[in-house]
């Protein structure tokens, strides 16, 4: 018997990783506007959270290579920040 609230943390998951991919998406096409040469920068520097560098294993019957990075920008931010305000409302 599933819990009741199983799928709704899936989805607020989703939400959050689409919500900063989304946002990060929007940091590269503002480079294109010209009004906002001066503010961009700060919105769009790459913050490093997590970096575990690439981990080589050798099964002999197959290799696996793993790593994780992770640093999103200002905007990124932004937007997961939003999308747990909109998943809020949606509920």
């Not at 199983?6 to 929007?26: M, N, R, Y």
């Not at 096409?29 to 010209?34: G, I, R």
């Amino acid at each position: 018997m599933k819990t009741p609230g199983s799928h709704s943390l899936l989805f607020f998951f989703i939400f959050l990783i689409v919500g900063g991919i989304l946002g990060g998406i929007v940091g590269e096409a503002l480079y294109a506007v010209p009004a906002l040469k001066g503010i961009l920068p700060a919105l769009t520097q790459h913050y490093e959270i997590l970096n575990i560098q690439n981990i080589h294993l050798n099964l002999y019957l197959m290799e696996l290579q793993f790593g994780i990075h992770l640093a999103p920008n200002m905007l990124s931010i932004i937007g997961v920040i939003l999308a747990a305000i909109l998943f809020r409302h949606l509920q």
